[in-house]
């Protein structure tokens, strides 16, 4: 990424702050038609992200280059080329042929003439472009098979094959319906995501982020193995917050490997227990991952439902990720956080720490639970956030006020040029290839192939659904993996009778579990760089720490109890059988329960906290009975680790 001077700098602060007016104006207001909201919006981050992402940052920092190559193509790391301004002119002017003439294409179906395609075309060349700089070539390159998949479908056999389509028919879809680019995905974005995004910035520049470490640190800090447990806590509050692992893993990381591997953890068991924790802050309410906000979309159910049943596999994953740390901690003979190393609680209680923390998001859990518009909750979260920041953090002087605007601003700048841009690109190609799905019928035929190989099997179609997650994660962000695994994995799965929501969360889950499983685990790649560990040993650590996260959903798509449904005693003993339960399965996992466990008591270990975790009396209690038992025992021998 650039770090622009000069006029270009300014250029990208007047497009950030309009948009960031269009943000408010859109979420406190009204949303305007998907054709507008969607032009706007991909005009604003075409522009950002021409000007922030050269064509290679790896040929412009080799410095090779001659003055022609760097004004043509190449640009500097301050400015951007011809070649860029000219990419994004081109990008810009098919977004406003749509936004002045939106009445005219919507009451007109099915009339377009010559140079409609010819934008629409321009269009998609632009998007791909803008993608694979900002994101990757896994993107770009999936939009250009589906797109030949398309055209030349009818000339492959069997049941893949389809009557193809012309160049001309994919153009007019794509560029002209609200189907195409201008579909659910850049729609949700531009309306819904987008003030979501802004909220992390915020939060964390009017101090939310200070809040949440001294929170971390004086409650995880007073246990065994307290930094551990501090990198926890603090990176599922900021996952919530920030809705990306790795991000996540960036920011918390940085102050909480160092403190893990100073109070004797290894470096690689340090950066696991953060990329593991980073991981599910996007499975942790209130606000979950990017992916929530399209699943509410694609289910027609309110986010805060989502939430609610979400919670629960949440609360347990990062108890499994605590128990892990503790386990590791005692076998270590650890202690505790020093308690100067700590805050106080009188530190902690004071008005203006408190208050930063809970009014914004008390206000945005309040909003979301009165089923109000989800970007108006979020806006207002925003706007609370400001006010308190300019009321208590500083005097009224001009030069104490002009400094926490600057901030403000620059939290505006985070949220909408290194993440609302490239994820508004992103999001508009990922809605191409939703788009050809459904023309072209793949996602169907995908799910008819699925229940054929399964033979209607529920655990090897859940099993082929698990892996396709996965992949598809390790190839782009987790909300792109999410939405195309769910756009040809979620007919086959709903068609075996399992709940929509545990569908589309089993899904969600795998995508996001991709940033720890190796070969591809980036995630482990940010926390592994950071420590200076070697990134095989964290990832496997990582996997075993997280590995609720690979058990959750195959028991979330069984037992509707984990999702907040049915009796209330099956829904406790998903919540407190499934916390105990990780202790046996993290003991059997790691190899040690006060002493080093053989395979014969960690393969017993592991069956027992599954039997656990099933929210049925017969099975919970009989499996904690014994696994009390076997704990009273092994307390008793002497520790030989």
């Known amino acids: 990424m650039r770090r622009p001077e000069g006029i270009w700098k300014y250029l990208i602060g007047v497009v950030v702050l309009f948009w960031v007016g269009f943000i408010f104006y859109t979420s406190i207001f009204r949303p305007l038609h998907p054709l507008l909201q969607g032009g ?24 090779k280059s001659g003055p022609l190559m760097k004004f043509l193509f190449l640009g500097t790391e301050s400015s951007p080329a011809l070649f860029d301004l000219l990419l994004c002119g081109a990008g810009v002017f098919s977004c ?12 007109n179906p099915g009339m377009f003439e010559t140079q409609h395609l010819l934008l629409g075309a321009i269009l998609i060349l632009v998007l791909l472009e803008a993608t694979r700089r900002s994101v990757g070539i896994i993107i770009a390159v999936l939009v250009g098979l589906f797109i030949v998949y398309a055209l030349f479908g009818y000339k492959i056999p069997g049941r893949f094959g389809h009557p ?63 930094s551990g447990h501090v990198a926890v806590a603090s990176s599922s509050l900021f996952g919530m917050l920030s809705g990306s692992s790795v991000a996540n893993a960036a920011t918390t990381g940085a102050f909480t490997i160092p403190l893990m591997k100073r109070t004797g953890f290894s470096k690689e068991f340090a950066s696991a227990v953060e990329a593991a924790a980073s991981s599910g802050g996007q499975i942790m309410p209130p606000v979950m991952g990017a992916g ?16 609610i049943a979400a919670l629960i596999p949440a609360i347990i994953y990062f108890v499994g990720i605590s128990v892990g740390v503790w386990l590791e901690a005692k076998r270590k003979k650890m202690a505790p956080i020093p308690k100067e190393l700590t805050p106080t609680l009188s530190e902690i209680l004071q008005f203006k720490t408190m208050a930063r923390f809970i009014l914004p998001i008390g206000t945005l859990v309040v909003m979301l639970f009165l089923m109000l518009p989800p970007q108006l909750c979020a806006i207002w ?15 009224f002087t001009i030069g104490s006020l002009s400094e926490r605007l600057k901030k403000i601003y620059d939290g505006f700048y985070d949220g909408i040029a290194r993440t609302l841009a490239w994820l508004m690109v992103m999001m508009a190609c990922v809605q191409i290839i ?37 992949i598809l994660g390790m ?46 685990c980036i995630t482990v790649f940010t926390t592994s760089a950071i420590a200076g560990a070697n990134w095989l040993k964290s990832a496997i650590y990582s996997m075993k720490l997280g590995i609720g996260g690979y058990i959750l959903p195959f028991l979330f798509v069984f037992y509707p109890a984990y999702l907040m449904k049915g009796n209330l005693l099956e829904i406790a003993l998903a919540l407190i059988g499934g916390s105990i339960a990780m202790f046996a399965i993290e003991a059997g996992v790691l190899g040690h329960f006060n002493v080093r466990l053989n395979i014969v008591w960690r393969t017993l270990l592991l069956f027992l906290g599954i039997l656990m975790m099933i929210p049925k009396p017969i099975y919970a209690l009989s499996a904690l009975v014994i696994f009390l038992v076997i704990g009273f025992y092994f307390s008793k021998k002497q520790t030989s680790l």
């Open 40 to 63: 706007i919006a991909l005009i604003f981050a075409l522009i950002i992200v021409y000007l922030l992402y050269p064509i290679s940052m790896k040929l412009l920092l080799k410095r």
């Open 96 to 107: 406003l042929y749509v936004i002045v003439n939106w009445e005219s294409i919507v009451m």
């Open 164 to 226: 193809g389509f012309s160049m001309t028919d994919i153009l007019y879809q794509l560029y002209l319906m609200t189907e195409g680019i201008w579909g659910m995905l850049t729609d949700l974005t531009s309306r819904i995501i987008a003030p979501f995004i802004l909220l992390g910035p915020i939060l964390f520049t009017t101090g939310v982020g200070d809040t949440i470490i001294k929170l971390s640190l004086y409650f995880g800090g007073r246990i065994t193995g307290g």
């Open 292 to 307: 929530v906000f399209v699943m509410a979309e694609f289910l027609g159910i309110p986010y805060v439902k989502i939430m």
């Open 381 to 395: 979260a925003v706007i609370v956030a400001i006010a308190l920041f300019l009321l208590f953090e500083g005097s």
């Open 434 to 470: 939703v788009a050809l799905i459904s023309l072209t019928g793949f996602g169907v035929k995908i799910s008819e192939f699925i229940l054929e190989l399964s033979g209607f099997n529920k655990y090897l179609a859940l099993t082929a659904g698990m892996l396709t997650a996965i």
């Open 475 to 520: 190839g782009m962000t987790t909300t792109a993996a999410y939405i195309i695994g769910a756009a040809v994995l979620g007919g086959a799965l709903k068609t075996m009778g399992f709940d929509p929501i545990a569908v589309h969360l089993f899904i969600f889950y795998f995508a996001i579990k991709s940033g720890i499983t190796p070969p591809v």
